[in-house]
């Protein structure tokens, strides 16, 4: 088979951006072909109520060592989300107040508990399933483990509250293994995963990083190329696009969310249990949610369990002179708790906030999305061993994206180390190993 390019990479997230430059400096012919009209995947910096806002992915952390590489190599300067000072809490519909410190507290010995053994289950963090120990705990959901735990029910509702808004999902549909490997790249520490999830992020966007990694891709990045299917034969891969182009290259990557797998035809069978995880998908199915508000003063933050339409939401900055501020929220279930209009997140943010009165929002419907059908990935019970399959697959395609990262799967860093993992293997396999073929 002629090849047209050494190799093609089918979106161009984080992942596939970083799968492209390593390819390229790896001196491989490279061609990127992404569905939508934009770079950057479900990280997306846009201009909604008047300023820079992150509809998907924002959030990194100098522990998540991947991304944090990419900040230095790039020069790339960070800013702050401030730690709130005020608390409020919903327990069995009753609202409750005080300090952050105290609902910090009052969370502490269950969210302790429930990924107490992380770091024996997951010793090895980048190596998921290197030990037998998640083998009989991945049959569990985070809610049977904080059913263990005897907690009073303001404690459970906290908890439950955390878990849901870490999934983006409520608890009882998450695994238990996919908490317990967050726990473990946090070192099992839960306040620092908190501190990781939402404290430090690109002063200038994802986008600044996204623009930098573009910059250093030798190859073609087309945009608005829909690929259909992936033909894996014996001498190569032949990609053919929706509008029926075919593009020859020596191998594969794609970077495509577990969520939208089903929706491309892959010639050689995905093996079985990761068949399985296409079809079911991935437990995340809910939405992030920015507001305009006034009413509050100063950083507060506020949480509800998974049967309330938001699960968090929490000051980011003031916005003006006059009071106002801009918020972000997330909530668990996007198609039970649509945000369609001003009234109905209202309601849902005054459930939670005393005094606030929005006048202005934005979201982006992230489950409706043809090239997600989910949020940030997290698996559903059962689900690890097929997904780690799909990372490790033998052959010309291979798999890479936060989705079917080792370590910290599901974030930024996740795409970017399973992108480095990527180019490495096919750089043995297909382009100058001594086995390739
Ligand atoms: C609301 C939200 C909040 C988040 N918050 C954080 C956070 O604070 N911190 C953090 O680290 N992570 C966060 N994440 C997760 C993080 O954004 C993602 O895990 C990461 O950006 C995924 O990168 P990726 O390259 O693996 O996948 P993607 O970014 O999904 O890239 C895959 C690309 O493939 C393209 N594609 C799919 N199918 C096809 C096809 N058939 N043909 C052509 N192209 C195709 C897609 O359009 C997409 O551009 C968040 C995600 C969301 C949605």
Redesign the pocket.
Known sequence: MNHDVDVVV???????LTVARELGWMGARVAV????DR?????WTDTRMGEQL???????HWM?GH?WSEVTRYKLPVAETPWPDTAHWLVGGDRRSGSAAELLERMNDGMRRSIEDCMEVFNRPYEPTAGDGWRDLDRLSVTDRLAELDLDDEAYALCDAMWSQNF?APAATGALTQALRWGAVSNGDWQLLLDI??HWRFRDGTVSLANAIKADVTGDIQLG????RIDERPDGVVVTTADGREISARACVV???IG?LG??EFTSALPREAQQVAADGQSSQG??LWVRARGVDGPFIAMAPSDEPLALIQWEHAFGDGGDFTAFSFGTDARKFPVTDLETVNQYVGRLVPGIEVTDFAS?D?VGDP??RQ???MLRPNQLEGVQALATMPGRVTF????YAHG?C??????IE?AMRAARTLRERVLYGADRY
């Open positions: 089918v979106g161009a997230g984080f992942a596939g072909l992404e569905g939508r770079i950057g995947g479900r990280t992150e509809m998907g992915g924002g959030w990194i998540q991304v983006n999830c939402s190329v829909h690929v259909a970077t495509a969310p939208v929706s491309i939405f992030k982006h992230w090239y997600a949020t940030w990935a890479a994206g936060a989705d910290w599901s974030f930024i860093d996740g795409a399973s």
